[in-house]
C-alpha cells in the first residue's frame, strides 16, 4: 500500500486533512486451509512513514518511526462466495517525535472484528462488518459497523 501526500495542508493549522507525507507499507500473507470450509490468514506489514517537513507552525519537522502490523483471519466458507470471518489486528510501534522531541505515542493496541460476506449473484454481494478496540494503548478507541456493496467487474 502507498499513500500520497494529497489532501489539502495548511503547515499553520494544527488540524489538517493531508499529512503532507507519503507512507507506504510493504505486506506479507498467508492463507492455510483447514478442516474442510475453514481457513487461517495471517499478515505481517509494516508502515514506513516520510517526515513532514512544514509540520505545525510551519517550520516543524514531525517524523514518525515504523508501525508494525499483524492480522489473524479465522473463516468459515459456507460456499465460494459466501463466508463468515473473526479477526484480530495488532498494531505496534509508530512513536513520533516533532523537531527530535519524542511523543509519547508509542502504539501497542489491538483490535477485533467480524465480517460476513453474503452473494446476491455472481458478480455483486453485500459484506457486513464491525471491529471494536480490544486493548488501545495510544490513538483513537472507536467502534465500527459496515455493510459495502461489492461487484466484480470482468
Do not use: C
Not at 489486528?89 to 508509542?106: A, E, F, P, W
Not at 459484506?127 to 494503548?137: E, I
Request: zero cysteines; charged letters at 10%.
Amino acid at each position: 500500500m502507498v499513500y500520497a501526500p494529497t489532501g489539502q495542508y495548511f503547515s499553520d493549522k494544527v488540524i489538517n486533512i493531508g499529512t503532507n507525507r507519503w507512507s507506504f507499507k510493504p505486506e506479507i500473507g498467508v492463507s492455510y486451509p483447514f478442516y474442510k470450509s475453514w481457513f487461517i490468514d495471517l499478515y505481517a506489514g509494516v508502515w514506513f512513514f516520510t517526515d513532514n517537513n512544514s509540520f505545525y507552525p510551519g517550520n516543524s519537522v514531525r517524523s514518525q518511526n515504523p508501525l508494525g502490523t499483524f492480522q489473524a483471519h479465522l473463516s468459515y466458507n459456507f460456499n465460494p462466495a459466501m463466508r463468515a470471518a473473526i479477526n484480530l489486528t495488532y498494531y505496534t510501534g509508530g512513536q513520533s517525535s516533532v523537531n527530535g522531541k519524542l511523543d509519547n505515542d508509542n502504539q501497542n493496541n489491538l483490535r477485533v472484528g467480524a465480517t460476513f460476506n453474503l452473494p446476491i449473484n455472481r458478480r455483486h454481494a453485500i459484506k457486513f462488518a464491525n471491529s471494536t478496540g480490544a486493548l488501545v494503548r495510544f490513538g483513537a478507541d472507536f467502534s465500527t459497523i459496515s455493510a459495502a456493496w461489492q461487484f466484480v467487474v470482468f
